[in-house]
């Protein structure tokens, strides 16, 4: 009785909790007037009585409303999505897990602000999440950010299984998925000191991630000059004072970095973390001595294949020695610019996501260097490339092509008949320039420009008052900005054109 008078309570929470019991307690009195709040609540127009019977259904377990959680999951409200996850995890409690829920929970991950709980609910599956999680991961059509997620996700399963399908996904294509799979297997490597980590497959992925890491400083050395870059230890560092390296440069020697980083993490699974750390810390520390401690260590505690490729990455030899022996071991063959820039730009960026910027830069090396034998190239990509970022950017350097001669610069416009909105790589370009963002590296600039936009302004027109939210970073392209300060109006930024 008390059930059904909270029925017609105004309180969402009171009423939910209602609902919940009489539907839970199946065909009871007031179960069809149940029914008809449950409906009532779950298409209400606010979201915090969504929210309420979305937590609610928490308190049953499946199959009960599991149709209608499923529908609150895709809500378009953040609150009403976050009850039903909470909702969700209670289930798995109460019923055991449920697959109807594992797909929509791991596509959640690709929402910054729902990938926590998203996260807790599959973990709390435990290893009745690992074959969607796998499905997902390895599946090209999925979100990129998605799949990037799920390595972590399976890590805080914290089992045997988890390690032995972390370690069998090592070959994935997409470098930054590599570096996070291995990140996965350090965190279980360090929490867990009863699993198993298999040596023979790991030493194996360290010798493919070598032969990458040649790659990329082959790659790095044929659109470089000896005179201007050098390398520290493994990583390359550019010698001539106010030189900016090209973004092609700079992409691949970001690579160069990560590849290091990833061949240190997989030798943490094999030998001892804190040593391997401190090894890696010396070695990159710029300083003389240190470097050579750490190879010492090396020298001493690897043997065998294990030795010969990871030492062919860190040690001291000078460029053309390590590229004699990429030649040697790997079969890598050193390429004329020309070449290394046509295969960059034939990167598939659906195996290789994190390739993306390589790709954009390399299309742009085609204009700013004036390769004429790559513009055929060029102009189908323009055409064809189903990669959105790709296709604009080819299209992008056709058009300048056809313009003709120019002023050197990507901003150079030359006029109002020229102010069309930038490409992506003319945005990133421009936002490598500005002071702010000086210390990004030419990846984290690229998804900046990624998430930018371009506006326009008439002379005269407010741009910011002082009592609107500040949730905008502009930067000037074009003309001149001036602030006013007006006891009336407050403070005001004004479009000056030039």
């Given amino acids: 009785e008390l059930m059904l008078q909270h029925l017609d309570e105004r309180d969402p929470r009171l009423r939910a909790s209602a609902v919940v019991s009489l539907l839970g307690n199946g065909e009871c009195e007031g179960f069809d007037r149940a029914e008809q709040v449950f409906s009532e609540m779950v298409g209400d127009a606010d979201p915090n009585v969504r929210a309420e019977i979305a937590g609610a259904l928490g308190q049953i377990g499946d199959p009960v409303a599991s149709d209608v959680l499923v529908q609150l999951l895709y809500d378009h409200d953040l609150k009403v999505v976050q009850a039903a996850i909470g909702a969700v995890r ?61 390595p972590k996700t399976i890590a805080l399963i914290e089992s045997q299984a988890a390690v032995d399908v ?213 102009k189908s990509l323009a055409e064809e490339a189903e990669e959105p970022m790709v296709k604009e950017t080819a299209a992008w350097v056709c058009q300048k092509v056809e313009a003709g001669p120019r002023t050197r610069g990507v901003l150079a416009r030359g006029g109002e008949s020229e102010m069309s909105p930038m490409a992506q790589i003319e945005m990133m370009v421009f936002l490598q320039g500005v002071d702010l963002f000086a210390h990004c590296n030419a990846d984290q600039v690229l998804r900046l420009a990624a998430i930018a936009s371009e506006h326009s302004f008439e002379k005269g027109e407010n741009i910011f008052r002082r009592e609107e939210p500040a949730d905008s970073l502009y ?14 109006t407050g403070v005001v930024f004004e479009f000056l054109a030039d």
Wanted: aromatic letters at 6%; hydrophobic letters at 45%; charged letters at 25%.
């Fill in 90 to 150: 209670q289930r798995f409690k109460r019923s055991g897990p449920n697959p109807l829920y594992a797909t929509i929970l791991i596509s959640l991950m690709g929402n910054r602000r729902l990938k926590h709980e998203a996260r807790e609910a599959l973990v709390a599956q435990g290893e009745a999440a690992m074959d969607p999680l796998l499905l997902f991961m390895r599946s090209p059509d999925e979100q990129i950010w998605v799949r990037r997620a799920v």
């Fill in 475 to 488: 930067c000037v392209v074009e003309g001149r900005v001036r602030l006013v300060a007006d006891e009336e």
């Fill in 166 to 378: 972390l370690i069998d996904s090592l070959d994935a294509p997409d470098a930054m998925l590599r570096t996070k799979i291995i990140e996965a297997l350090g965190y279980l490597r360090t929490r867990r000191f009863d699993l198993r980590f298999n040596r023979r497959k790991i030493t194996q992925r360290l010798s493919d991630e070598a032969a990458h890491y040649l790659r990329i400083l082959a790659d790095l050395w044929a659109v470089s000059s000896l005179h201007e870059a050098r390398l520290d230890g493994p990583l390359a560092v550019w010698m001539v004072d106010g030189r900016v390296p090209t973004l092609p440069q700079q992409l691949l020697a970001q690579r160069v970095g990560n590849s290091v980083g990833n061949i240190f993490g997989l030798l943490e699974l094999v030998e001892n973390p804190e040593d391997v750390r401190a090894a890696q810390r010396s070695l990159l520390s710029g300083q003389t001595k240190m470097r050579y401690r750490a190879l010492e260590y090396l020298d001493n505690t690897l043997s065998g294949s294990l030795r010969r490729d990871h030492f062919a990455v860190i040690d001291d030899a000078p460029p053309e020695e390590k590229l004699l022996r990429a030649q040697e071991i790997f079969g890598i063959n050193f390429e004329s610019p020309e070449d290394t820039l046509k295969r960059m730009i034939q990167i598939d960026p659906v195996n290789d996501p994190s390739a993306i910027g390589i790709i954009l830069a390399a299309l742009y090396n085609v204009w700013d260097e004036e390769i004429t034998a790559l513009y055929p190239m060029v």
